[in-house]
């Protein structure tokens, strides 16, 4: 392990929306010693070609992950649940995006 201080600043995830009304998508990532600064990064690395309408930058270290172990619990079917599957409406005519 080495002693030399990181001085990139800290890691930053990035997600673009690219049209309103579209959800955001995972981009990449920036380092940046702020969020001000890992915005400015974000928008010059991935949307210099005016590719998004809107930019979150989220510190890496606030996103939590479930473990592959606990895919079971997680993930379980709920096939016992009958009013989460899309049986007991009408698609109204003209909705986007859904």
């Known amino acids: 392990m080495s002693n030399t ?3 990139q600043g800290q890691l930053w995830e990035v997600f ?3 049209s309103p009304g579209i959800p955001h998508k995972h ?3 920036v380092h ?3 969020k001000e600064m890992a915005l400015q ?3 010059d690395l991935y949307t210099r070609r005016s590719e ?3 930019i979150w930058v989220v510190p890496s270290s606030a ?4 473990a592959p172990e606990d895919s079971g619990m997680l993930f379980d079917p709920s ?3 009958p009013y989460r599957h899309p049986t007991f409406y009408v698609m109204p005519e003209g909705a986007k995006n859904i």
């Open 5 to 7: 201080k990181d001085n």
């Open 27 to 29: 981009s990449g990532s």
């Open 16 to 18: 673009v929306q690219a």
């Open 41 to 43: 990064n974000a928008r």
């Open 79 to 81: 096939n016992d649940k």
């Open 63 to 66: 996103i939590v992950a479930s």
């Open 52 to 54: 998004g309408t809107s």
């Open 32 to 34: 940046a010693t702020d």
